[in-house]
């Protein structure tokens, strides 16, 4: 039986016994239901072998909701803990573990999904064309992403959760005082869904830079694929360094190295230094779409177009090159000297510039524009004075001398909160009801998203702030319990009805998912927000060859131009089109990938082998294979686009 | 799949031309991979613990022989690409083939120097320095390996196809692919060993 | 023949191992830390041009200035996380 003990949790609850039933029942419920309505075939001809950017974009869509989900319980968990004194809901270990995942499934399986989700359905169709560059690389970013988090989600019931923190600092990590799986889970996973979003940045780069409808100069993108074009280029840049770190962290853990270790000459501190070189570029590809999609969504709704083009170009790339050049103000206390702090706080504070000439901007964009205040720009609304909030309290953190005041406190947790959940999350919210008519043909109803965007506002007041405060007092971060006599019990409170409130709002706009499927009107035509750019210039539903007829562009708003100006946006005839294969390989291969990754935390060596071969055997098949596409004939596209002229 | 015969053959389609930039992008990538491992290996250079520093282990002549090895096999694909564009298919595929069997003396090479190492005392458990050295070492050596099996399917490919448009992309690829672990090659002789050496 | 050993290439080959003698000086010679650096410096990034421009072909397409600006925007980046990390580590700690 030692073989099967290691697959044990070593702090078991009621909570984790109850969640492996739950999760047994759910597979089963899924298997079971599959089965009985017939619908593994469908599921594997449209979903798992597509290589439609759109279908992979409403599947990192759906994988990103469910992180959410995942997450958010985590957060409530966290906040519960800490709403009274020396409470004894979860004991610390059962804490230090809940803080790590949600740190990890947040930023890596929530965040970053998200953005994927929107790029992927998105950039195609704002740049005019039929598919990303490389179709198939999409689906397995995609696969590689999905696995990676499905490994890391099993580790709360095999083997156990990381607890070393999102960050995963060595020491702690290490063997010696991390001496359960859950820190190998924390490296494969992330490794695993790493190299998926190294892919995207590849494919997505290619694809801006190559397939751009004909006329449409670099100067002429919408705004969100200019952010995405600059997010990629953070992406590809920074993405390696992580992927090395990781294989460091994992050979430490798994082969007896010694790179992070205290003995033998390995420097801990090295862990820290490359994460963050990677972890906060990190932050900047999860904001920069979110500011993509708040200029679209703010010049649409203020009927303007968008103030200060070429200066929110230049700002992106500014802060692009400067969010490499900052990492060391995450570890201000570490030790080195008041020069290199000098440094890394300056460029630190720079970044507040572009950042500024963004917000302002977006203020000019509203001035004296026709604004109508519908859920998206609600959110982007509450956006500005929120994230600004957030941006300043980012410069008193980057002042390093202050920094030792405020290093590892409640107030850093309240900061970086401040600025992910109004700039990134409602980013991810106002975009999802923007482009969820593109995507599903229908509206979200407006009368309950609004009281969700109110109650998550009010909510993340109510949260976050008293953590500033606290935080100022001296309550640390990552500590599982305080005792009344610090006085922080009331604030602390406070910050739990928050995370209740948010809570409540998250629910309605799962409700609100649900009414719409059932009431909502459906005959709401191709372009329901009077909208700007070329999205919304094909059907809805988007046919899967996105364009019968290449666009031509002579602006950045090249649909607004067609509808007021009279500009001939779809000139020439259709013609048969190429589209890809769909393929079953980038499944299976990521699949492998999830065997492999698997083993190796448990350090089962043949497995670990085996499915390292069956990598680069599907690799071979890639190589060997002769594949060439279909082409969609005239005849099958006039037909398509006379039955779709019918619905709108 | 259109073709466009005004454009050498590895980049005559649209999807063409767009995989030879997308390969560019994954090189500029390995860049910051390979940056990132300097960088450690710098930091961690006379972190020695209890094991040999560089100047101990390190020695002239296998590292000069695999540098010219190396440095030869980029020279020589450079010459297969040529003769892929001036359509000689035979010529192109003998260079590719030498160009293989020199990376595989440098992976011989390699190996023994990896031997020695560990005979010397110098294992991946041994000391921080060793353990970066082996890795940065590795990486590329790994790539080298990778590229083995990869040029090796592509020229069963070139054989079996001829030269198509998609096979001399394929090829091309692939040189782009050798020349750059030439270079990365170049910065681990100047930056490791004769800075070690130093 | 000879059309298979194009002047470029052969001159590129020839340039390449000239460089690699240039920086063995560091070795068979005995420069100070400063100036072996700078020899290996100089030596390493012309032999990397040299690869880039004559073997790799990075600027035969109009895309040459994004395949260039790319490329360079990469070794800033790499740079700036070589020389931070060792500001951090080495020189100021």
Not at chain 1, 389 to 415: C, E, K, P, R, W
């Amino acid at each position: 039986m030692d073989f099967f003990d290691r697959f044990a949790i070593p702090n078991p609850s009621i909570a984790i016994y109850a969640s492996m039933v739950a999760i047994g029942l759910t597979v089963v419920a899924i298997i079971a239901g599959l089965t009985y309505f017939k619908k593994w075939g469908y599921l594997w001809r449209e979903w798992l072998t597509t290589v439609d950017h759109k279908r992979i974009g409403i599947m990192y869509l759906i994988s990103a909701l469910i992180m959410l989900f995942r997450g958010g319980v985590d957060a409530i968990m966290l906040r519960a803990q800490l709403a009274v004194p020396d409470n004894k809901l979860l004991d610390p270990q059962h804490y230090n573990e809940v803080f790590s995942t949600h740190g990890v499934i947040m930023v890596m399986f929530m965040a970053m999904p998200f953005i994927f989700a929107f790029m992927n359905y998105v950039v195609p169709l704002q740049i005019g064309a039929r598919d990303v560059a490389f179709p198939r690389l999409n689906a397995l970013s995609f696969w590689l992403f999905f696995f990676g988090a499905m490994l890391f989600n099993i580790s709360f019931v095999i083997g156990g959760s990381p607890d070393a923190g999102w960050t995963s600092y060595f020491p702690l990590a290490g063997n010696d005082l991390s001496p359960h799986v859950g820190t190998n889970y924390y490296m494969m996973a992330i490794q695993i869904s790493g190299i998926g979003s190294l892919m995207t940045g590849i494919n997505m780069i290619t694809t801006i830079f190559k397939m751009r409808a004909p006329g449409m100069t670099l100067m002429k993108m919408p705004m969100f694929t200019w952010s995405v074009l600059v997010t990629n280029l953070i992406i590809v840049t920074v993405f390696p360094v992580i992927t090395v770190a990781l294989a460091m962290g994992t050979m430490d853990r798994l082969f007896g190295t010694h790179f992070f270790a205290t003995t033998n000459g390995g420097m801990d501190m090295l862990w820290a230094n490359l994460f963050w070189v990677w972890g906060h570029p990190e932050v900047y590809i999860l904001i920069l779409p979110a500011f993509g999609l708040y200029s679209e969504i703010i010049s649409t709704f203020s009927g303007r177009n968008l103030y200060g083009y070429k200066s929110m170009v230049a700002s992106m790339v500014i802060i692009s090159a400067l969010s490499c050049m900052v990492w060391a103000h995450h570890f201000f206390t570490m030790g080195q000297g008041a020069l290199a702090n000098s440094f890394f706080s300056i460029t630190t504070m720079m970044i507040a510039v572009p950042t500024g000439v963004k917000i302002f901007n977006w203020l000019f964009t509203l001035w004296k524009g026709k604004i109508r205040f519908t859920v998206p720009m609600l959110y982007s609304l509450g956006f500005i004075p929120l994230f600004v909030i957030g941006g300043v309290t980012g410069v008193m953190l980057a002042m390093s001398a202050a920094d030792y005041q405020y290093h590892n406190t409640m107030f850093l947790v309240a900061h970086f909160h401040n600025t992910i959940i109004p700039g990134v999350v409602f980013a991810m919210l106002a975009g999802l009801t923007y482009y969820w008519p593109k995507m599903f043909g229908f509206m979200l109803n407006e009368r309950i998203g609004k009281w969700a965007f109110w109650l998550l506002s009010i909510g993340f007041c109510l949260a976050f702030f008293p953590m500033y405060i606290t935080g100022l007092d001296g309550q640390a971060r990552r500590m599982y319990t305080y005792s009344e006599a610090t006085g922080y019990g009331p604030l602390n409170m406070l910050s739990f009805v928050g995370a209740g409130v948010m809570a409540i709002s998250f629910a309605l706009i799962v409700y609100n998912v649900y009414y719409s499927v059932r009431y909502s009107p459906r005959n709401i035509g191709a372009d329901p927000w009077d909208a700007r750019s070329l999205e919304w210039a094909t059907h809805t539903p988007v046919p899967e060859y996105n364009f019968a007829i290449e666009p031509h562009v002579a602006s950045s708003e090249a649909f607004w131009d067609a509808k007021k100006k009279g500009h001939e946006l779809f000139p020439g005839k259709v013609e048969k089109i190429h589209m890809p294969n769909s393929s079953g390989v980038p499944f299976i291969m990521s699949a492998i990938f999830f065997v492999f990754g698997f083993s190796m935390i448990f350090s089962l060596w043949i497995p670990a082998i085996i499915s390292l071969i069956g990598i680069f055997a599907c690799m071979a098949h890639r190589s060997f294979e002769n594949d060439h596409g279909r082409y969609i004939s005239v005849k099958e596209i006039e037909e398509t686009e006379t039955k779709l002229r019918g619905v709108n | 799949m259109k073709v466009d015969h005004t454009l050498p053959l590895e980049y005559s389609t649209k999807q063409n031309g767009m995989n030879i930039f997308g390969f560019w992008v994954f090189l500029a990538a390995e860049i910051m991979l390979f940056a990132t491992l300097f960088t450690s290996y710098f930091t961690l250079e006379h972190r020695t613990g209890s094991g040999p520093s560089g100047a101990e282990i390190f020695e002239i002549a296998p590292v000069l022989i695999e540098t010219f090895v190396l440095l030869t096999s980029s020279f020589t694909i450079g010459l297969g690409v040529h003769a892929m564009r001036i359509g000689r298919k035979k010529a192109m595929m003998t260079f590719f083939v030498i160009t293989l069997l020199l990376g595989l003396v440098f992976l011989g090479f390699e190996i023994d120097e990896f031997i020695t190492y560990i005979h010397e005392g110098a294992t991946l458990q041994t000391s921080a320095f060793t353990a970066m050295l082996m890795t940065t070492l590795g990486t590329h050596g790994l790539h080298v390996t990778f590229g083995l099996f990869w040029g090796t399917a592509i020229l069963l490919q070139v054989k079996k196809r001829g030269l198509t448009p998609e096979t001399a992309n394929k090829s091309f690829i692939f040189s782009l692919y050798w020349h750059f672990l030439d270079v990365v090659w170049i910065f681990i002789f100047s930056f490791i060993y004769l800075k070690g050496m130093m | 023949m000879s059309e298979l050993f194009p002047r470029k290439q052969i001159m590129g080959f020839v340039f390449s191992l000239v460089l690699t003698a240039a920086a063995l000086t560091v070795y068979f010679l005995h420069l100070s830390f400063a100036q072996g650096m700078a020899v290996l410096l100089i030596t390493a990034f012309v032999q990397a041009l040299l690869q880039l421009v004559v073997f790799m072909h990075a600027g035969e397409t109009k895309d040459k200035w994004i395949i260039y600006g790319k490329v360079y925007f990469m070794i800033a980046m790499a740079l700036i996380t070589v020389f931070g990390t060792l500001l951090i580590f080495l020189w100021d700690m």
